[in-house]
């Protein structure tokens, strides 16, 4: 998985409405290809021990895709009947975010904001 894909995926996951099983599925295969498969038609499976974890829907496993070492921060802001949710992850010792996105759920902020962090440890392959 390239750095743009990863990008790629942080956008799709900030544009999502909801939680998303297929996006938890796409994102756990780009994270975590040891755990899937490619069948004889093409289509793509994991091993029957693993389950993904719902990204997009709890903040647990959103929190579990910030690098080790990194720092997040969730804000809510339901004003004017606008809600917005923000999520930002960044380095101990740094003063400001690294990495923002901002998403209909706090869920889908953070994860978003945790694979643009995750990108930039990755190579352009």
Do not use: C
């Amino acid at each position: 998985m390239t750095r743009a894909d990863l990008l790629a995926l942080a956008a799709r996951v900030e544009a999502a409405t909801g939680a998303d099983r297929e996006l938890d599925r796409e994102i756990d295969r780009a994270l975590f290809p040891q755990y899937w498969r490619r069948s004889e038609t093409g289509s793509w499976f994991s091993n029957y021990v693993h389950r993904p974890p719902a990204f997009t829907a709890s903040l647990d496993a959103a929190a579990s895709l910030v690098p080790e070492g990194w720092a997040y921060h969730i804000a809510v802001r339901p004003w004017f009947d606008v809600f917005q949710a923000k999520g930002s992850v960044w380095a101990f010792g740094q003063r400001v975010a690294s990495f923002t996105a901002s998403a209909a759920t706090p869920a889908l902020a953070l994860t978003a904001a945790a694979l643009r962090a995750l990108a930039q440890e990755v190579g352009d392959e």
